[in-house]
C-alpha cells in the first residue's frame, strides 16, 4: 500500500519501500514527506516554532478536529526532514542514510499521531523503541531524544 506522499527537494536516495512498511505498520493515512535542505527546514522552523535553526525533523499535523468530522482518506500531516542532518548524523553515528532517515521519520509520524516527548509520561519514546526493535534500526534515536 502506497500511504507516502513523496516529496523529494533533493539528491538524496530515498528507500521508500522502507519507509511505506514503518507508515504501513502505524497508520493507513496518507503522509506527505518532504526532504529538504537545512535552509528549508530553518525557514520553516522559525516561521511555525519560532526557532532560528535549522532542526532535524518537522510534522505537521492535519488539523484533528477536521478528521474527527468522517473525512476517511484525509492524509495524517506532512513530515519535513533536513537532508542536511541525515547525512551529518549517519555518517557521526555510524550508520546508513537510509536507517537515519527511517529513525527521523519514525519521530515525525509518531508526531503525526499525537505523541508529544516534550509533553508526555514517555510513551513516545517508548513507542520508538518498540517500532526501532521491531524493524532493527539503531538505537541512537532512542539514546538522542532521551538527552532533550
Known sequence: ???IDLDNQTELTIDLNALEKIADALSVQEVELIITD???IAALNATHRAKETPTDVL???MDHT???EGTAGMPLGSIVISEDFVKEKADALGHSRDAELSLLFIHGLLHLLGYDHESDQGEMRAKEKEIIEHFSLPSSLIIRTEEF
Open 1 to 3: 500500500m502506497h500511504i
Open 59 to 61: 510534522s505537521f499535523p
Open 66 to 68: 477536521f478528521i474527527a
Open 38 to 40: 537545512n535552509t528549508a
